[in-house]
């Protein structure tokens, strides 16, 4: 599903955990409602519902979790016959995030309120919009391929 086209709450995407989110790979699914609750504090941070003083810890820890789930994610694919095509955007798609997110956290380490609201907005939209479309091919792909 297209960033654009996501249903949103105000700016950002609705972050509850439902169905909607599920792959039907059960150890991609609880890494993934992890990541959705981290969202959810970024999201409180962003509109203000939260302290910004909170940001850093969030950031760094989204970042942490996020490089962990994306090495299980390149895992599952280098140990299925996975299309190329798939494994090649997938992980370029991966490593464009950690890019942006590894900015952010730069950002809030040397001042919390100088994160932009755009990019906190892009981090959150993002990872949605990966999850219900990019991950849900991959276990689309995962099912049907024989291990290497
Ligand atoms: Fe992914």
């Not at 249903?7 to 599920?22: C, K, V």
């Not at 095509?85 to 100088?114: G, K, M, Y």
Request: glycine letters at 4%; hydrophobic letters at 45%.
């Amino acid at each position: 599903m297209p960033v654009e086209k996501l249903p949103t709450d105000g700016d950002w995407p609705s972050l509850r955990w439902d169905t909607r989110f599920a792959t039907g790979h059960p150890g991609i699914d609880t890494e993934h409602q992890r990541l959705v609750r981290l969202l959810e504090k970024l999201c409180e941070i962003e509109r203000g519902t939260a302290a910004i003083e909170r940001l850093p810890r969030v950031l760094v820890e989204l970042q942490r979790y996020t490089r962990y789930h994306f090495a299980h994610e390149a895992q599952l694919m280098a140990e299925h016959a996975i299309p190329a095509a798939h494994v090649q955007s997938h992980l370029a798609a991966h490593a464009l995030f950690i890019d942006h997110l590894a900015e952010a956290t730069r950002q809030s380490a040397r001042d919390a309120h100088a994160v932009s609201g755009d990019l906190l907005r892009f981090l959150g939209r993002w990872l949605v919009a990966h999850i219900l479309d990019t991950d849900r091919a991959l276990v689309r792909e995962l099912r049907h391929a024989r291990k290497r």
